[in-house]
């Protein structure tokens, strides 16, 4: 099988299953390529393949080469203009033949979308394609309207247990232009000194990614923290009032989500009138690594929690006992626990996402009204979209590809393994005898940490004990009410097991779950949160009682600890 070959099988994987491409490369042993050579042929289509998709796109050649498929046609298109050596096989072998006889036509379209992306010469391009591909974007040819190549923008969340968004605007900020949309700020084009509200989370502002930041004062003093929008839903989601009762951070290091804990319990207080900011409610803060204990409370520190962070380090959560004493006035819980990190942005080599080109697609058919936008089989207009369910996946798996059962085999035993500690974990949560409300997150892609583990809980005895339902969607804060992307309904319908069809509405829990895409309009990470609220009109025989704990296991078993934020 030749090196085209296994380069389209490694794109063809990349883009299915979302694993980088070093893993799927040098995670399988019997590849007839050399590794390196693979790996490097891999990278440098899938950066180019936004530009190469177009060019194939518009010259029609997939059409009459019927027997190349896009990422095959990707991969030798890009050795033919891009490769110092050409075409690494025989000028007569059929599959340098198939691209090479047009070439003519594949290079004035090349020509073409250099000059739309306004390069002068394909040096050019080349340093755009790779400043591009550095900072996680898609070098798109449309420059007006609504960016269709964003850029992840720099979000920062003001901590309001030391300032005020206010005060922020007026000092760090002051120099800054405001803009409405996010757009400005996140386009390939936007720089400098622009500023966006966000609109959803409290107290959550984003500037361009090329601004610097972690010079200023106020973000060595701990009033900034930079964090991920999304990785601010669980907290504001959670929504701990003063007086309502202690809070636990099952999996608190680094310590972004125990800290805006922090932060909205203070707000919620101060709102409420309380004279101690946080009410008597305090943050039980566990984490199980050592290290990463260290760090927690060098963050609590620098943010002014101290006072209502009580930090448990080098605690494992699952040796909690739920029916201590200590934990008697526990009344939510968040839970932020490893995952595969699929989510994280750079986790696919820096952002590199393949754009494949449509077999049947031509230059007229890709023109829009404006003749500006494309549309291609396999690449919508939004870049760098997150895959959607496995159900209407697309797949492109040419016949002699090579198998990437190991590689899928990997994926599938270590998201089992993580799948099972995160409902372990969550049905110890629901044990907590005074909890009334839990939120679970992760910031993976893969319904199996998400959705399924969701669904799994909720059918598991523990929650139908002691009567756990999904927060829907209508009881949640407004912010997250209004957030447009939530969980997956094949997903959640999908994991039900027998006793739960019928007995659980798997569209309530699809509905009450919330998503967020990588490489979106919306400029978050990958990521997936679930409410979960005591619901005493469901409560079963069992009940809350104040000193039971349920029928959860005590599995302290270690478990494969996963990437963490
Ligand atoms: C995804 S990170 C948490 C990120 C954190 N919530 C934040 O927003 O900064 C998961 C953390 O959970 C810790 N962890 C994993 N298993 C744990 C357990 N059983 N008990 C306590 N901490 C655990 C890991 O060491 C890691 O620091």
Same mark, same amino acid.
């Given at each position: 099988m030749s090196l085209y070959h296994e380069a389209a099988s490694v794109l063809d994987t990349a883009r299915k299953k979302s694993i980088p491409l070093k893993s799927i490369i040098y995670n399988k042993k019997d590849w007839k390529s050399d590794p390196k050579t693979l790996f490097a042929l891999s990278t440098e289509a899938a950066k180019w393949s936004e530009v190469l998709s177009e060019v194939l796109e518009r010259s029609g050649v997939l059409k009459i080469e019927k027997q190349l498929t896009p990422t095959l046609a990707l991969v030798l298109t890009h050795d033919l203009f891009?490769?110092?050596?050409?075409?690494?096989? &025989?000028?007569?072998h059929g599959l340098t033949t198939s691209i090479s006889k047009h070439k003519a036509r594949l290079s004035a379209e090349l020509t073409k979308a250099r000059l739309r992306r306004g390069c002068a010469t394909l040096e050019q391009l080349r340093a755009k394609i790779n400043e591009h591909a550095a900072n996680g974007a898609a070098v798109d040819g449309d420059s007006e309207g609504k960016p269709s190549s964003v850029r992840h923008p720099r979000w920062i969340r003001i901590n309001t247990l030391k300032t005020t968004l206010e005060e922020q605007l007026k000092s760090t900020f002051a120099d800054y232009e405001q803009v409405r949309a996010l757009s400005k700020v996140i386009s390939p084009s936007a720089s400098g000194k622009r500023l966006h509200v966000d609109?959803?989370? &409290?107290?959550l502002i984003a500037i361009p990614a090329s601004t610097e930041l972690t010079t200023s004062q106020a973000y060595k003093n701990g009033h900034l923290i930079l964090q991920d929008k999304a990785s601010c839903f669980p907290a504001y989601l959670l929504d701990p009032k003063a007086g309502d009762g202690d809070v636990i951070d099952a999996c608190a290091a680094p310590g972004n989500k125990t800290t805006h804990l922090a932060a909205v319990l203070h707000d919620n207080a101060a709102s409420a009138g309380a004279s101690s900011g946080h009410g008597r409610s305090k943050i039980i803060a566990c984490e199980k690594d050592a290290t990463r204990s260290l760090t927690l409370q060098k963050m609590a520190k620098l943010a002014d929690g101290e006072r209502i962070i009580h930090i448990k380090a080098k605690? =494992?959560?699952?040796?909690? =006992? &739920?029916?201590?004493k200590e934990f008697a006035n526990v009344t939510a819980l968040l839970l932020d626990p490893s995952c595969s990190g699929s989510g994280i942005v750079g986790r696919d080599e820096g952002g590199i996402t393949v754009h494949l080109p449509s077999a049947t697609a031509t230059e007229d058919a890709v023109q829009t009204k404006a003749g500006k936008k494309r549309k291609r089989a396999g690449s919508t207009a939004k870049p760098a979209p997150a895959p959607p369910p496995p159900a209407t996946q697309e797949t492109v798996v040419e016949e002699e590809a090579p198998t990437t059962e190991d590689t899928e085999a990997k994926l599938q035993t270590r998201l089992a393994n993580l799948s099972g500690f995160q409902l372990r974990l969550l049905q110890r949560a629901m044990a907590f005898p005074a909890a009334k409300r839990i939120t679970y997150s992760t910031c993976s892609i893969h319904p199996e940490e998400n959705e399924h583990v969701v669904v799994k809980a909720l059918q598991s005895p523990i929650a139908a004990e002691k009567g756990w339902r999904i927060m829907r969607r209508s009881e949640q804060v407004e912010g997250m009410r209004k957030w447009h992307r939530r969980g997956w309904r094949e997903a959640a319908r999908s994991a039900l097991n027998e006793d739960g069809e019928g007995s659980i509405d798997w569209n309530e829990i699809a509905e009450g779950c919330i998503r967020c895409e990588k490489g979106?309009? =919306?400029?978050?990470?990958?990521f997936f949160v679930a409410g979960f609220v005591w619901d005493v009109g469901e409560m079963g025989t069992n009940g809350h009682d104040a000193h039971g704990t349920g029928t959860v296991q005590d599995d302290t078993e270690e478990e494969w600890s996963g990437f963490d934020e």
């Open positions: 891009l490769s110092k050596r050409g075409i690494a096989l &025989p000028a007569t609109e959803h989370v &409290p107290n605690q =494992d959560f699952m040796k909690l =006992d &739920p029916a201590a979106s309009e =919306d400029g978050t990470m990958g």
